[in-house]
């Protein structure tokens, strides 16, 4: 299985971004698909995630801007980011928890990264 995310890029401060994150491979089901940023030398943090069904969560600092969404027969999940500011600026992780067969558990992967940097 292999995530892969795009949409990263220079944007000025007020603008908007979306980042893309798709999955393939043998993917039976999936459950929680989010988005996590890092940067440098801070620990990656969640900041929005999506089960197969039921509420969107998001981290306070970005209620409000940021959107998540997701397209199930597609397995790919979106991050609509609006009124950007440069504290946003960090490398935009996705995750997405994946059962490939049966019987397992979901399995946690992960996206190589795209960076999104917020002109002020």
């Known amino acids: 299985v292999q995530l892969q995310a795009s949409g990263g890029g220079l944007v000025q401060a007020g603008g908007s971004l979306r980042l893309s994150c798709a999955a393939s491979?043998?993917?039976?089901?999936?459950?929680?698909m989010s988005w996590y940023r890092q940067t440098p030398g801070k620990q990656r943090e969640l900041i929005a995630a999506?089960?197969?069904?039921?509420?969107?969560q998001y981290a306070g600092s970005v209620k409000g801007r940021f959107t998540i969404s997701r397209d199930n027969a597609k397995n790919t999940v979106f991050l609509q980011m609006n009124s950007l500011k440069p504290e946003d600026t960090a490398v935009y992780y996705c995750?997405?928890?994946?059962?490939?067969?049966?019987?397992?558990?979901?399995?946690?992967?992960w996206g190589q990264g795209t960076l999104v940097t917020v002109s002020s």
């Open positions: 995750n997405a928890q994946i059962r490939s067969w049966l019987p397992s558990a979901y399995y946690d992967y």
């Open positions: 491979g043998r993917i039976l089901s999936t459950n929680v």
């Open positions: 999506i089960p197969t069904g039921g509420s969107t």
